[in-house]
């Protein structure tokens, strides 16, 4: 006999678990906890299967009986209901498993935190407050380009060109890394190119004159900072390497010996290993300083902890009491000053001073060359720019 309403309502808990049938397969199972529960037998493949309709009265009896019909259509085409909806319970559980949040925080751990400090400062600050807030509970295949652009657009209308540019940039590398773990199929980033304003490119401060470059050279002599610092100062121009590299330069890579800085790959931004050679006036600055800093780890450690590299800040303000703006002269702009300089008053070949950039230069069969590619050419060379720089404050005081 078919079920009714009222039937279904009257049916109260038993001490065990009964069953109530209304025809083709669908019954209603009741508990002693008195919870009904709308089920449907069929067989498949030969064998005999339930579905698990859902619960009375979220699901009715009228709901049930279409439900009850639907998914007999399916198994009289070929399809288990069973078996779709367990292939559809794991894909949620996937889903909800691969949070953005999840990958984010296992990519920054894997691939950022054992790089420097500032780097993951940096990254993680913009992973903070720009990404995660808006997107750590999405599943990662949920977020499609539509969305991640509204999120960039929100640090591009305050202004901050550069941060939306990097948060699309990070949000790139976080789903290359969910694809390569099987996690994610497409990233969304990838569809973005030139869906954010541009921002002017920004040029480090540079001080290319040669007359002017004396006179920075006079200033930064008659520095009388904190020793560190001063030694860090008048060592920048001398070896032009980016300012992070020098900040983190340690004693047990200086081979005095044989005047040479080796860089470690992983301190280096082209994850290369790099030699810098050291003229005599860079080798005189270290050994001076090395009586101030010769137990401590980094050569230029922090006021406050010789485990720490000076700051990022310091060579910068000493420039600024110096009197040079960030338009005129930046820690990075001795990069600038040796490269136009060596080039065109010194006529260096330009893949020597390129290597000594440690910027990527490859060789006219376009392999990369290695570090110690024409070492004794840019050793003459290092010495060479040194003298020059000597000649410059000489010729500024006996013009």
Do not use: C
Request: hydrophobic share 40%; no cysteine.
């Amino acid at each position: 006999m078919k079920l009714t309403a009222t039937k279904i309502n009257a049916a109260g808990a038993r001490d065990k678990v009964y069953r109530l049938f209304d025809g083709g397969g669908l019954y209603l199972e009741v508990t002693p906890a008195n919870t009904k529960t709308w089920k449907l037998k069929y067989r498949f493949a030969g064998k005999e299967k339930k579905y698990r309709i859902g619960r009375y009265p979220a699901v009715t009896l009228a709901n049930a009986r279409l439900e009850r019909e639907l998914l007999k259509d399916s198994v009289a085409n070929g399809i288990d209901p069973s078996l779709v909806k367990l292939t559809q319970k794991l894909e949620t559980q996937t889903a909800d498993s691969n949070l953005f949040s999840d990958i984010a925080n296992e990519w920054f751990d894997v691939k950022i935190k054992p790089q420097s400090a500032v780097h993951a400062k940096r990254t993680g600050s913009i992973l903070k407050n720009h990404l995660l807030p808006y997107l750590a509970d999405r599943p990662m295949v949920d977020v499609k380009p539509p969305e991640l652009l509204s999120v960039l657009r929100l640090a591009e209308g305050r202004g901050s060109i550069n941060t939306a540019h990097r948060a699309k940039q990070i949000a790139g590398q976080i789903y290359r890394y969910a694809i390569a773990s099987g996690r994610a199929e497409t990233d969304p980033s990838a569809h973005l190119k030139g869906a954010l304003v541009n921002e002017k490119p920004k040029h480090f401060g540079a001080i290319t004159d040669p007359a002017e470059v004396a006179k920075l050279l006079i200033a930064i002599d008659t520095y009388s900072g904190f020793p560190i610092v001063t030694a860090a100062l008048k060592i920048s121009p001398l070896l032009f390497q980016r300012p992070g590299e020098i900040r983190h330069m340690e004693w047990s890579e200086i081979d005095f010996d044989n005047a040479l800085w080796s860089i470690p790959a992983n301190k280096m931004k082209t994850k290369v290993d790099h030699l810098v050679p050291l003229s005599t006036q860079a080798l005189a600055v270290l050994r001076h300083i090395e009586q101030y800093t010769g137990r401590s780890r980094y050569v230029f450690p922090s006021a406050r902890s010789n485990d720490r590299a000076l700051s990022e800040n310091a060579v910068r303000v000493a420039l600024r009491i110096m009197g040079y703006t960030g338009e005129q002269m930046t820690a990075h702009g001795f990069r600038a000053m040796a490269r136009t300089l060596l080039d065109e008053v010194l006529e260096y070949r330009i893949d020597y001073i390129e290597q000594q950039l440690s910027h990527a230069v490859k060789d006219p069969n376009g392999r990369a060359y290695n570090r110690t590619k024409h070492l004794d050419r840019r050793r003459e060379m290092m010495q060479a720019w040194a003298d020059y720089l000597d000649e410059l404050k000489a010729s500024a005081f006996n013009p």
